[in-house]
């Protein structure tokens, strides 16, 4: 979920089985992010992968990647910046991140990233791809589960 628990309506729809819906609310707490986070790269990458993971669970795989691959971007430069985000919560709307702060946090935020389109490229049948998408969040985050 994000700071304030934004995403948690869409992960509801998800488990309900409601992924058109689930995607419309992660549409919305996009915008959000962006209106409240002054377009911070660090305050955007949960929202982002959130919408991503809705239009996974729909598979519309083209769509989820073009959405992971801007929160994975973000997530790079977060880190590469060393970007702060005080209060920020370490963890996603549908997979748990893990705790920690500062870089530690981004670094568990874009494994999270790379972690779910993996697992978009594994659904959509590119197992080259995704093992490619797995082998780079493990470096950053071993504790995520391994996708076999």
């Given at each position: 979920m994000g700071a304030?628990?934004?995403?948690?309506?869409?992960?509801?729809?998800?488990?309900?089985?409601?992924?058109?819906?689930?995607?419309?609310?992660?549409?919305?707490d996009l915008h959000t992010s962006i209106a409240q986070s002054g377009f911070s790269s660090f305050g955007l990458m949960v929202p982002y992968?959130?919408?991503?993971?809705?239009?996974?669970?729909?598979?519309?795989?083209?769509?989820?990647?073009?959405?992971?691959?801007?929160?994975?971007?973000?997530?790079?430069?977060?880190v590469s910046q060393g970007q702060m985000a005080a209060g920020y919560s370490g963890g996603s709307t549908y997979t748990q991140a893990g705790a920690g702060s500062g870089k530690g946090v981004q670094k568990k935020i874009l494994a999270l990233c790379l972690f779910?389109?993996?697992?978009?490229?594994?659904?959509?049948?590119d197992l080259v791809k995704a093992a490619r998408f797995q082998a780079d969040e493990r470096k950053l985050d071993p504790s995520l589960p391994e996708l076999k």
């Open positions: 304030n628990g934004g995403g948690k309506k869409a992960q509801e729809l998800l488990q309900a089985g409601h992924p058109s819906e689930a995607r419309a609310v992660a549409e919305k992968n959130n919408r991503a993971v809705a239009y996974t669970a729909e598979g519309k795989y083209p769509e989820a990647h073009k959405i992971f691959s801007r929160a994975i971007g973000l997530g790079r430069a977060a779910n389109n993996s697992i978009a490229y594994r659904r959509e049948g």
